[in-house]
């Protein structure tokens, strides 16, 4: 046998809404089982419609994918509907946000869970509810057999949050899906779920591709880094190259434009010039270069993609330039 | 700029530099909660004796995390809810009183709140959000609408590209910049950011910080500045207050509040900051748990439930907040000499 | 609302203290705003557009039908009576006195809009002042206001109207009385709903530190935002209002007879549905096809009128 295909391999999607807006730009994401990869960027990025391509959660009718999306193995992009519907929550499964709109509020979390077992597999009742229990336990839910019996509503935000997990894993899937998971909830909380997603990652061999706009929770849940720039992947490599010598002119923007790094108190922050480009006019060449402090005339061509160690690349034409730059913005925000 | 439109007596300087611009003294707001017939009535702790006061020129940071009652103080400072009991002074006078009129603290004071959106009218261009104080003050609409503009330039958004657009035509970024322009339309002296920044990238948000800093130096602000982001508070604030359930935990310098935290909580709260360090990440989460409910919040120190030196003595006393140094005031038993606590210090020496 | 400001361009004027060289502002660039973009995607809108020409014309025939009809709408023929549809002379066939029902149709329009449209714009003035300021006041006044108007959400509208239009007595303006009485509490309670919903925005807030008055406030920040919805309410009421405003007549409380309209003429025509039922139906369709109309443009002023946020 060959080693096994990666959990999810994504390469040249493309997302178009309406037939104008291209959201997604030609991405290509390779993520290898019992891995976390945080895709992080801004709004509008095209982070979260990446994330739901690849359980093709975009509204159909508005929406045209390009390229090809393979989930361990298998083709996203050819799955009839009713096969969609196996696949949604048995092999890959989705946590969001704000729990309570994935939660339905007249079932009991328990409920919930047992009937999505029972919706994918042969089990009793019991069995379902055992499984359920056990699911509780495993996302350290504080005595479960009664919070089982709870309504959403009844329940803290960390807890939703925790259920919501529980809930998505009811079916053992190989990948979970994140969309910004801690993004609404307080600091004490966020770090607990952040933990959580680490253990279940280890203990399960989940592989987990988490959304994200906040470095320092990718940071503390992933493998791998992918920072995402109008629809395009601008740099990828491992959390350690992209936060100690990052190569891409956005990525070092992100970095020094976190408070960590000013000098001085009422210092002046590095900033980012200006805003993101109007995704529905897309001009060619490198997207962010009326932005970029490294911008010159050859930026009007699409960049290369360079590789820059094993596992690290970036779609730069000054990544020389951009790595000097980048090691001196790192050593302020993350000193050694 | 057209500063100075409604210049004149009453809106400067009164009791100088050492008079604090804002002094806040047990301040107390329980929401009653509606509950089934018979039951006992329930009241939310929202705010439940806080004091702190603003110096002139500081920025002070509020932080904790929700249900801590840091919106609510701002709201109660601002007057747009009565609050139950305590005592509010602005520049030595009683808001609301005899000397100080609501209306005429409103036009020294003024708010920027999170939601950039819901908080101008969707159905009014920008600068006729940012002239309509003027307007309400008294300026001729022509020159309110001068005023706006000027505002709007200020703050980064060209007038003739924008001034004419409606809020949803902006981006979040935009928007908040009307919101900071509208809220120094008045020509305040104080401004009260609620989670100002928080809903933006970072990106975005940087440009905006780099904005307050400009427009405090440029107009002689004061800004209290809510955040649960302790590394944007701790870059922009001069003065930190951390709160827990409705109460003070500790207030003091921010290099000292969030640099060597005294208060079991700020320590928490702090370690609970996600890691930029792949090397260094976090192993144990600090606080186990949700932040408990401001209904029944637990006696004693509020914070023990969770705190990793509760001794029995934290359940049975509530600690006072009480001084450590100069200008920093912590509300644990551990710190404070004589309370009974095993850590707490000797009581001859004071630790700094 | 800002119409003040829109007088452009504007002179710089020097302001305060420090006096500025006087500037010329320069016109800034202006979008069509709200209603410009909600009459857009109207006009977008199919069924909406044709629920308007509909509407239109049959305003257009009521408004000029005392000149326009083919016969007289009150002279009767004893000897012509109920004639089919399609009988020349006859276009619509005749009733039970053998007047011209195309006529009739036409002038019957007129009471018939009166009666459906009138409730409910009193019914709209009244509402919402009443909803608005329960919903911004709220507190002790919210509470006596809208459980006052709880008390008429206790009998249903049908029986509200001709219990009201009964106590008052038969004729026309008696009839748009109780049918005003019976659309206020109606509209009181959306205008209460909505108000105290933008009353909980934050930039309503922002507007009460400006040291606005309240009536400040309602008047710039509130109402824009809270007419539309009201409004869009208020028209799909205008169906239910010809529908009872036709059952008033049709018991005899509304308009009398002679007079055309089209609910007391279904009354009138009732004895004829088993000679001549197509034009005994006649008048039915006609409210049936105005109310729908009335309906099916609120439905699409509604999805218009969407904010995305």
Redesign the interface.
């Known amino acids: 046998m060959t080693s096994p295909a990666p959990a999810v391999a994504v390469s040249g999607l493309t997302v178009t809404f309406g037939g104008k807006v291209r959201a997604v730009d030609g991405v290509d994401l390779v993520l290898q089982r019992g891995q976390t990869i945080a895709l992080i960027g801004e709004s509008g990025s095209g982070k979260s419609v990446t994330l739901r391509a690849i359980m093709r959660l975009n509204p159909e009718k508005r929406t045209a994918i390009g390229g090809s999306i393979r989930v361990a193995g298998r083709d996203v992009m050819q799955l009839t509907r009713r096969e969609l519907a196996a696949f949604r929550g048995r092999e890959v499964a989705m946590i969001f946000q704000e729990p309570l709109l994935a939660l339905d509020p007249v079932y009991t979390v328990g409920r919930q869970i047992t009937e999505a077992i029972r919706e994918h597999e042969r089990v009793s009742e019991a069995e379902a509810r055992a499984r359920a229990l056990a699911l509780f336990e495993r996302v350290r839910i504080p005595s479960p057999e009664r919070r089982l019996d709870a309504y959403p509503h009844e329940m803290s935000g960390g807890m939703r949050q925790r259920a919501m997990i529980a809930l998505a894993l009811a079916c053992r899937p190989q990948v979970l899906l994140a969309d910004e998971p801690t993004t609404a909830l307080d600091a004490t909380v966020q770090i607990q779920i952040l933990l959580l997603l680490r253990d279940l990652q280890r203990d399960l061999g989940l592989s987990i591709v988490f959304v994200t706009h906040d470095l320092g929770a990718a940071v503390e849940v992933a493998d791998r880094i992918a920072v995402m720039y109008a629809g395009r992947i601008v740099e990828e490599g491992s959390a350690r190259q992209l936060v100690r010598t990052p190569h891409h002119p956005y990525t070092i923007g992100l970095l020094r434009s976190r408070a960590e790094g000013a000098l001085a108190k009422g210092s002046r922050l590095e900033t980012i010039p200006g805003g993101p480009p109007d995704l529905a006019n897309r001009e060619p060449g490198c997207p962010f270069r009326p932005r970029c402090f490294l911008a010159e005339a050859r930026c009007v061509d699409d960049p290369p993609v360079v590789a820059i160690e094993p596992g690290h690349r970036a779609a730069c034409w000054r990544t020389d330039d951009a790595a000097r730059i980048g090691r001196e913005a790192a050593a302020v925000v993350v000193p050694v | 700029m057209?500063?100075?439109?409604f210049?004149g007596a009453g809106l400067t300087d009164r009791g100088g530099p050492a008079q604090p611009l804002l002094t806040v003294t047990g301040l107390v707001k329980h929401f009653p909660v509606a509950k089934g017939f018979g039951g006992p009535k329930k009241v939310v702790r929202a705010v439940d004796g806080v004091d702190f006061s603003v110096v002139k020129g500081e920025t002070l940071g509020i932080v904790g995390?929700?249900g801590c009652g840091k919106s609510t103080t701002a709201?109660l400072v601002?007057g747009?809810m009565p609050h139950d009991r305590g005592e509010m002074l602005f520049d030595g006078e009683v808001i609301g009183g005899t000397q100080l009129s609501l209306?005429a603290f409103?036009?020294q004071?003024?708010?920027v709140?999170q939601?950039s959106?819901?908080?101008?009218?969707?159905?009014?261009?920008v600068?006729?959000?940012v002239?309509?104080?003027p307007q309400?003050?008294g300026l001729s609409?022509?020159?309110?609408?001068?005023?706006a503009?000027d505002l709007l330039a200020r703050v980064g958004l060209e007038?003739?590209?924008?001034?004419?657009?409606?809020p949803?035509?902006l981006?979040?970024?935009q928007r908040q910049r009307v919101?900071i322009a509208?809220?120094l339309?008045?020509e305040p002296r104080l401004v009260v950011l609620d989670e100002a920044v928080s809903a933006l990238?970072?990106?975005?948000?940087?440009?905006v910080?780099?904005l307050l800093?400009d427009l405090k130096a440029e107009f002689d602000l004061t800004y209290v500045f809510i955040s649960?982001?302790?590394?944007?508070v701790?870059?922009?604030c001069?003065r930190v207050m951390v709160m827990y359930l409705g109460r003070v935990a500790e207030i003091g310098p921010?290099?000292t509040v969030l640099g060597a935290p005294s208060h079991p909580y700020t320590g928490?709260?702090l370690s609970?900051?996600?890691?930029?360090?792949?090397?260094r990440?976090?192993?144990?989460?600090?606080?186990?748990?949700?932040?408990p409910?401001p209904i029944d919040p637990p006696t004693g120190c509020r914070f023990h439930p969770r705190c990793a030196l509760a001794e029995p003595v934290c359940a049975a006393e509530e600690p006072p907040l009480a001084s450590l140094a100069d200008d920093h005031r912590v509300a644990c038993l551990a710190r404070q000499p004589g309370s009974g606590h095993s850590l707490a210090p000797a009581s001859e020496r004071i630790a700094a | 609302m800002s119409a003040p400001l829109r007088t452009l361009p504007i002179a710089g004027e020097p302001i305060g203290a420090r006096a500025a060289p006087p500037v010329a502002i320069p016109p800034v660039a202006r979008s069509r705003g709200y209603w410009g973009g909600v009459a857009a995607k109207l006009v977008r809108d199919p069924v909406a557009m044709a629920a308007l020409a509909v509407i239109l014309a049959i305003v257009l025939v009521a408004l000029l039908s005392p000149w326009f009809t083919p016969a007289d709408p009150y002279r009767g023929a004893m000897l012509r009576r109920l004639r089919p549809i399609g009988t020349p002379n006859y276009p619509l066939g005749s009733d039970e006195l053998g007047r011209d029902m195309l006529s009739r149709l036409m002038v019957g329009a007129r009471l018939s809009l009166f009666m459906g449209v009138t409730p409910v714009v009193l019914a709209f003035a009244i509402g919402s002042a009443i909803g608005i300021v329960a919903g911004y006041v709220g507190g002790w006044l919210n509470t006596v206001l809208m459980r006052t108007i709880d008390v008429f959400f206790a009998f249903p509208s049908v029986l509200l109207a001709i219990a009201l239009s009964g106590a008052l007595g038969a004729g026309i303006f008696n009839s748009i009385v109780s049918l005003t009485c019976v659309f206020v509490p109606q509209i009181a309670r959306v205008a209460e709903s909505v108000t105290t919903q933008i009353r909980n925005r934050d930039y309503v807030d922002a507007a009460r530190l400006s040291g606005a008055s309240a009536l400040t406030i309602v008047r710039v920040q509130v109402l824009g935002n809270v007419l539309g919805p009201i409004f869009v309410y208020a028209t799909s009421l205008i169906s239910v209002s010809m529908i009872l405003a036709s059952g008033l007549s049709f018991l005899g409380l509304g308009v009398r007879p002679p007079e055309p309209e089209w609910g007391l003429m279904l009354n009138t025509l009732r004895t004829a549905i088993y000679v001549n039922p197509a034009v005994a139906a006649l008048p039915g369709l006609c409210i049936f096809v105005t109310s729908i109309s009335f309906n099916l443009f609120s439905d699409g002023l509604r999805t218009a009128m969407e904010v995305k946020e």
């Open positions: 057209t500063i100075g439109v210049g995390e929700s709201r601002m747009l209306r409103r036009r004071a003024q708010m709140f939601d959106y819901s908080s101008l009218n969707p159905r009014m261009t600068e006729g959000s002239a309509f104080a309400v003050h609409a022509k020159a309110a609408v001068a005023k503009r007038p003739t590209r924008f001034a004419g657009r409606y949803h035509e981006s979040g970024g919101n509208r809220a339309a008045l990238d970072k990106s975005v948000e940087a440009q910080l780099n800093l649960h982001d302790l590394n944007v701790r870059f922009i001069d921010a290099d928490a709260l609970s900051m996600p890691s930029l360090d792949p090397d990440r976090t192993e144990v989460a600090p606080l186990a748990g949700d932040p409910n």
